[in-house]
């Protein structure tokens, strides 16, 4: 073996152990106290300098007399420098890296990071047919069904063209798979998708377990100042949306800013207390984090904000550490736009940012929501992974009768109101309303196509990015309360939908009649994380699929539903649907023949031409 390739091969080696230790090390300092991590396992920060002038920052992996391994935070890759070009090197600046050597943000990611995240797993191909691979993942930890993995190829270093300097050692992505079967602690199985089928699989390659971390909850940072002229507190709030996309790069799962606001108002509501006097402990449970992130920035009058973040573990309600450093201020909302922007062009399903709103030329409003991956359908049954490979519009609100008048001319509902959701309307006119609101001129000139929502797109929005059961929490008096109609609160008095129902189906009907038991007008309520309303209750809503009685298992891209069938799948739970049986959980599947009825409506997805 000659001189290069032995130097290749070793740096192969210290990448594979850089990795295997950064994963081991994510995971044995989950959780603490930030005393033991300075002590103990946290890697210490160097900056070096190279005679071409170019400067890394980061973990020394190894170091010789002939060169430093080191991974660099800011380019998130594993460099190789050799001694000669060395030009200075300081080491153990952990303490003012985030002050004087890279963005805030980046530094804070990459420590938060440290503290919580439980890292990455290599194994190999155990085997390879026709229908999947299993994978090895040599040791118990465990990959989940509906977790992904990485197929790695062949290693290759990477050399500065201009000094012939091997910089570090990178794996091409083969594919991105889908965990489909956990056969025992060790062997998972893979199913291959379609557009995978052409990758070569052989036994013995390399595979890149992710493994799940932390969920992170920032709530809102305080914004103080010591001069009293300074009166923008926009520092905050840019602050938190670059700190979010900078977790999210680093692998970190975060909650998003909307939902925290939400979770302070409804405590607010709840507890009849100022949402200022709401404990970050109370709004880090009904988060469902695993950490709270609080801390403040104090303005300065020179330009410049020193930041304080305090990160609490809500499983133990311990203290995990302090992070502290100093932002320039007049800079921060275009590094958060940067962050933003990269953090969507690498990707990446960025959830923490405000979402972007279209008013369309009747007045409709649509949200856009974020292409992602979720489990579609109902935990006690057997679920499907599932991606929706792109973004795409969904209508805020169920199509209103004044909405519908506009492009269809007439109003069929039975319970008339302009602002009330369009009812009595069979799948097929819902089909014909998206395809008028499309020939509409001003919508024809922008290129937006309208269409009915699949099934998975309709789950994915509802559940918005939630995993519990429901998507505000594990609440079920909360619907009652803040988000749905149902048959118990429709109508003029609230009565025991569940005794009644129960006694006679006859019965039950009547009652819906006499109480006047009906829908509401669109957009009342609270939305679900991600703006929509009325994504429990109030009416059913048409979906593009034909109904399956069970989903079929196995990962999926885009799924549309089986190409026939006899009846079309509605969602949602309406006015006249009983509480205490539906529950109106986002997997609650229902269908109809496709004729109108009064208690299914719909609401419309949108995409825009690129033609």
Known sequence: MNTRDGRYERIKLLVARFLLIAGALGFNLAFQPESACSQTETPSLSIIRTSEGKRYIG????????????????????VVIAADKIRSASEDISQTAAIVSVGFPTYAAWKVSHLIKTGKVQGRVASATERGIIINIGSSAGVAVGQSVTLLGDSEVIVDPES????????????????????????????????DEGVKIKRGMVVECHRGTKKVAILPLDWKSEDPNLKTGDEALFLTEHLLTELVNSGVPVVSRDQVKLAISELADKSGKPASSILPISVGKSLDADVTMTGQILAKSTGVGEVTLHLSDMASLGYVGVIA??????????????????AMSMGTWF?????TTLTNSIGMELRLLPAGDFTMGNPAEPCRP???????????????????????????????????????VGWEDAVEYCRLLSELPDEKA??????????????????????????WGSSKSSMATFYGWFAENSGNEPFDSLKISRESADKFEKFLVSNNCRPHPVGEKRPNPWGLYNMHGNLHEWCLDWYEK???????????????????????????TNFHDLLFTPHNRFYSAGGPRYDVGFRVVMTISRE
């Not at 959830?351 to 979402?355: G, K, S």
């Not at 290129?447 to 559940?463: H, K």
């Open 446 to 471: 922008a290129g937006r196509r309208y269409r009915l929502p699949t099934e998975a797109e309709w789950e994915y929005a509802c559940r918005a990015g939630t995993t519990t059961l429901y998507p």
């Open 325 to 342: 450093g100093r932002i320039r201020r007049d800079k921060i909302k275009d590094e958060a736009r940067v962050a933003e922007k990269k």
């Open 164 to 195: 012939g300097e091997e910089l570090g050692v990178v794996r091409a992505e083969l594919a991105t798979l889908d965990v489909s079967e956990v056969i025992n602690d060790r062997l998972s199985r893979v199913v291959i998708r379609e557009e």
């Open 550 to 576: 069970s989903l079929p298992s196995g990962p999926i891209i885009d799924p549309t539903g089986p190409l026939s069938g006899t009846h079309r799948a509605v969602r949602g739970g309406s006015f006249r």
């Open 59 to 78: 973990e020394v992996i190894e170091k010789s007399a002939a060169e430093t391994v080191l991974y660099d935070i800011t380019l998130r890759s594993v």
């Open 351 to 355: 959830r923490a940012v405000m979402f």
């Open 386 to 424: 599932v991606r929706l490979s792109k973004p795409f519009y969904m209508s805020v609100c169920e199509v209103s009768q004044e909405q519908y008048e506009k492009v269809a001319g007439v109003n069929p509902s039975h319970f008339m109101s302009p602002k009330n959701p369009v009812e009595k």
